[in-house]
């Protein structure tokens, strides 16, 4: 299988407009690099395409040769999933092109764009859809996987402004999905992550929305704070969406120097809508504590992705729960466990959500747990790629605590690599079987399958 994977790689860079880049190419070290640099595989070539017809070509190399493929939008599964070894990797980074519609407030935008490439071309017309909390993430993979970001409570999960998707299929067709057309890819595509073929491109919903009430706030973190702050969140009005992370301050230059090594909530906020009413939502939590930073001001959004990332981890050990509530106990555990931690960072991340997420029905898209009230997101990171067993273990042993053995429900994006016990608390069981029907009719031979993977169903 070897010998004719490579002669057919080699035939098909004379056939592709993209990029067809192997281990003896001087680019191949930086392109086979994923975010999280623990997962150091070789793939047998990286495939910077540029267009759906490059990935046609590619899809069917790997239908016809046995190969392995992994699709990468921006290169951030937990699970590695955008890389192989020995396998073919379809690299949708320069791929990255956004076509935006003002008038009509809709963009059409290749899915190798980064959050924050998207969110700076959409924002120069004051407009924008709600994305994650990181730019470097990549548009394909956060909103196969739902979206969950600073406007969750405002505008929903990036799916809920999902209009159209173009999709190459396992069969190397490029098919168009949105409600009238293959309407079963397109309630797939929504939450089912990459299981039904490599999307080109999306059509999105902008909403007016530029400046707003936003940055981050550090409080000191004691039980009280931690549910106050849920408390606090859950009763603001829709326009505040916010991300907490509990975690032992680090050396920062903002931070005051007394408190490094302590444990504080570090909350990054964003509210959408009038100035006077989101100081009054936001009053509540800066009157938690006092705070140890305040840098809630007004801004333009697109400053949410300002400012450079930090170095990338090897490694991210942890999980995710969805959960209803957060007991002054599970508070009480989260700390105690973080003292506990030998990770080089480990934090446990805490999101409200509800509102625009809550009042989409479970069944209308493949995202079905509309209705958690909170996401709990365990994670444990270190440059020390071989530290990772430890690491799982001390996020697995937090997860139980606070689950009560019963961690029934995750969000996908979060989910590292669980296999199938993974799916099943990513999906209702209701949502696993259309999943597993269209997966069927779309990919029968699993090709899309280094994802959370759904099984086609062989029953139908
Ligand atoms: C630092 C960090 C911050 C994050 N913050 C958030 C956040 O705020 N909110 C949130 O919801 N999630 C967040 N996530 C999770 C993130 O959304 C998922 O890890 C997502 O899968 C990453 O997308 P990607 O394109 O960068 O990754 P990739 O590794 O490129 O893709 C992940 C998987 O998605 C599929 N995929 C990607 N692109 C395509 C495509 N075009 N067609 C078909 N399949 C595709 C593939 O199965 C691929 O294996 C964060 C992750 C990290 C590491």
Redesign the pocket.
């Known amino acids: 299988m070897q010998d004719t994977l490579s002669n057919r790689i080699s035939t098909l860079r004379g056939a592709l407009n993209g990029k067809v880049i192997g281990a003896d190419d001087p680019r191949y070290d930086d392109v086979r690099r994923?975010?999280?640099t623990g997962f150091d595989r070789r793939p047998a070539a990286v495939v910077r395409v540029t267009d759906a017809a490059d990935i046609a070509r590619v899809v069917g190399l790997a239908r016809e040769t046995g190969a392995e493929l992994?699709?990468?939008?921006?290169?951030?599964?937990?699970a590695g999933?955008?890389t192989s070894e020995g396998g073919i990797v379809i690299d949708?980074s320069a791929m990255n092109a956004v076509e935006i519609d003002p008038d009509n407030r809709t963009a059409w935008a290749q899915?190798?764009v980064t959050a924050g490439g998207y969110t700076a071309q959409t924002s120069v017309h004051g407009l924008t859809t709600g994305?994650?909390?990181?730019a470097s993430?990549?548009?394909?993979?956060?909103t196969?996987?739902?979206?969950?970001?600073y406007l969750v409570r405002q505008t929903g999960l990036?799916i809920d402004d999902v209009l159209a998707a173009e999709v190459v299929t396992a069969d190397g067709e490029l098919l168009r999905a949105d409600e009238q057309s293959h309407p079963d890819l397109f309630w797939a595509l929504r939450g089912g992550?990459?299981n039904f073929?490599?999307?080109?491109r999306l059509k999105l919903r902008l909403h007016a929305i530029d400046r707003v009430i936003g940055g981050m706030l550090l409080l000191p973190a004691r039980p009280g704070v931690i549910t106050g702050l849920v408390a606090a969140a859950d009763a603001a009005d829709e326009g505040l969406s916010l991300?907490a992370n509990v975690l032992k301050a680090p050396p920062l230059p903002f931070i005051p120097a007394e408190q490094h090594g302590r444990p504080m909530v570090m909350i990054q906020m964003v509210y959408a809508g009038d100035a006077e009413a989101g100081a009054r939502a936001i009053a509540p939590i800066r009157a938690l504590a006092t705070p140890l930073a305040d840098m809630v001001r007004p801004i333009r959004y697109p400053e949410m992705y300002a400012g450079a990332e930090g170095p990338a981890p090897a490694y991210?050990a942890g999980t995710n729960m969805l959960v209803d509530e957060l007991s002054t106990e599970a508070a009480e555990t989260i700390l105690a466990h973080l003292e506990t931690a030998t990770a080089a960072i480990a934090a446990v991340q805490v999101r409200v959500l509800g509102g625009a997420m809550a009042r989409v029905a479970d069944d209308a898209t493949a995202f079905g747990h509309r209705r958690a009230r909170l996401m709990v997101n365990i994670a444990a990171m270190d440059p020390r790629a071989e530290t990772g067993p430890e690491h799982e273990a001390w996020a697995a042993e937090l997860a139980t605590a606070l689950a009560d053995g019963a961690a029934e429900r995750a969000?996908l994006?979060?989910v590292g690599d669980e296999g199938q016990d993974g799916v099943r608390r990513a999906y209702p069981p209701a949502t696993l079987e259309r999943l597993a029907r269209a997966k069927r009719r779309y990919d029968p031979d699993n090709l899309?399958h280094?994802?959370l993977n759904v099984v086609p169903d062989a029953a139908r």
């Open positions: 994923v975010f999280f992994a699709v990468r939008s921006g290169g951030h599964s937990r999933h955008g949708l899915t190798g994305l994650g909390d990181t993430v990549g548009l394909g993979g956060i196969l996987g739902g979206g969950i970001g990036t992550g990459g073929g490599v999307v080109t991300i991210a969000y994006g979060f899309f280094l994802n």
